[in-house]
């Protein structure tokens, strides 16, 4: 089992500060067209997603995808805004493409940024950004075509509209360096929440959900294709809400419309295309989950037993300040709700945010005190970084010194990389159903997947292959990583 050691701090990234820095480049697709597109994405999966739209419509109008930017005709920038850090990394990559074209002496390179950095700045990146041709927020991906024809003609283009209706429900993602067994399915848009930390509801407008039936329609799809997992996605899954009537959920929630359907009917809808189809959600907000969608999870086999649930602080102070509209006993009731129904083997996560304004010590321990009442499998953590124009930037003083929050974060960070230990130490001896999901990035011989709860396993795979589900025995852990070997035939945890 030693010389599976060597795999493992490729996973252990997992979780910290650096998580929004997570990127996808485009991949080769040559079917004859004349242009090509080079897109690189950053941050979240719903921006991975979008990229997959993106790429849909290009190419619906000329353009084939490469993984080379020096070959593109066109390269976009799907950006993310959530740090100061993530937008300061796209600043980097418009320098390097500059340079490209200078070196490749092709001026008539297009540079699109797209996403919410984007939106958040509107025309005056172009102002900022001298190289820079278009910009086109999150909501406008439909609009391309006409913008790359408007900068055809020597123009500069621009089209920030944030929508109540738009989902993109109709379009079908041309999936971009996809393992070919795991996908995403974007559910909804926008988010009406008002953390106060938060650029989102400013970069991607309000909520709407996506039509069930696009929905189902797309896994399905899928499932024919060999995708053996799909992750529903939204900024706030359990807020779900769709009526044939009225799309706009304003609207709907002031209409009589009883005919709705909510994020457990959604739930059952995907798991009823095919039992061998996992079905996992991202993310969910605590003041929405119900005990109605934990039993959906509870009812199917094929619904994965894992909810990231992000609390952001342990304290009800700070939570008020952040306007996540629930408190410490509200989250602890939810997370309870959770092991009552779903048991202690459901996997959990969350979202940490160490050095908000005012935070004292006793705050951060109260953080603390909750990871350790919740022992959380894995967290994305970082510290603080107020965002322009949100609600906490106008209302309250970035009063935490840099060097409390980074100190700070690490003890979350030490703490979760504890919790994460245990809760692996408790899969040990246990069989657990795995999903292949290809090699393991160290050597090939070995193979990679996870359980139920999310948990990447390690196992030697001979004879077997991606898009299978095996048992595998949890024979050693670490804090980020199961490590097994295969049992055929064995009894075994779903
Ligand atoms: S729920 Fe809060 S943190 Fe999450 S996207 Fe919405 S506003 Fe941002």
């Known amino acids: 089992m030693d010389n599976l050691i060597e795999d493992l701090d490729i996973i252990t990234d997992q979780g910290d500060a650096e998580a929004c820095e997570t990127i996808q480049v485009s991949k080769n697709s040559d079917t004859g067209k004349n242009r090509k597109l080079y897109i690189e994405s950053y941050g979240c999966a719903m921006n991975f997603s979008d990229s997959e739209i993106v790429s849909s419509i290009m190419s619906e109008n000329g353009f084939d995808t490469t993984s080379i930017a020096e070959e593109a005709d ?45 939106e958040r700045l509107k025309s005056n990146l172009l102002d900022e950004e001298k190289i820079v041709d278009m910009v086109v927020g999150p909501d406008a991906y439909r609009d391309l075509p006409a913008l790359v024809a408007q900068v055809d003609n020597g123009e500069r283009a621009v089209n920030t509209f944030l929508s109540r209706e738009e989902t993109y429900a109709d379009i079908s993602p041309v999936r971009l360096n996809s393992n070919g067994v795991t996908a995403f399915i974007s559910i909804m848009r926008g988010c009406d929440n008002m953390c106060s930390f938060c650029v989102v509801p400013f970069t991607r407008g309000r909520e709407r959900s996506r039509d069930p039936h696009s929905i189902i329609n797309e896994a399905k799809d899928l499932f024919e294709k060999g995708y053996r997992e799909v992750t529903l996605l939204g900024q706030n899954v359990d807020s779900y809400k769709w009526s044939a009537e009225i799309n706009n959920k304003a609207q709907l929630e002031k209409s009589e419309i009883s005919e709705v359907v909510n994020f457990a009917n959604l739930l059952e809808m995907v798991a009823q295309v095919d039992p061998m189809l996992r ?15 934990l039993y959906t999870i509870k009812k199917y086999d094929n619904i994965c037993n894992y909810i990231h649930l992000p609390v952001q602080s342990g304290n009800s102070r700070v939570l008020e300040m952040m306007n996540r509209t629930y408190d410490r006993e509200w989250y602890i009731n939810r997370v309870d709700a959770i092991r009552r129904i779903l048991g202690e083997d459901c996997g959990i996560s969350s979202d940490m945010i160490a050095g908000f304004c005012s935070e004292t010590e006793s705050d951060h321990k109260d953080t603390l005190s909750l990871m350790e009442y919740v022992q959380y499998d894995f967290s994305y953590m970082y510290y603080y970084s107020e965002r322009p124009n949100t609600l906490a930037e106008k209302k309250y003083e970035d009063d935490v010194p840099l060097e409390t929050k980074k100190r700070r974060l690490s003890e979350i960070i030490t703490k979760q990389q504890e919790t994460s230990l245990n809760r692996n130490k408790r899969d040990l001896g246990l069989v657990h159903q795995v999903l292949i999901e290809g090699a393991s990035k160290r050597s090939e011989d070995r193979l990679q997947g996870r359980n139920s709860a999310n948990k990447v396993i390690i196992f030697e795979g001979k004879g077997h292959k991606k898009g299978e589900y095996v048992d595998v025995l949890v024979e050693e852990c670490t804090p980020a990583t199961l490590l097994g070997s295969i049992v055929e035939g064995g009894t075994h945890k779903c």
């Open 279 to 293: 079905v996992r959600f991202s993310t969910s907000h605590p003041k929405d989950i119900t005990d109605e969608v």
């Open 74 to 118: 066109v390269i976009f920038i799907n950006t993310c805004s959530i740090r100061d850090k993530a937008e300061q990394t796209v600043r980097k990559r418009l320098q390097f493409f500059n340079a490209l074209k200078k070196k490749q002496k092709r001026p008539d390179i297009m540079i699109g940024v797209l996403g919410c950095m984007a």
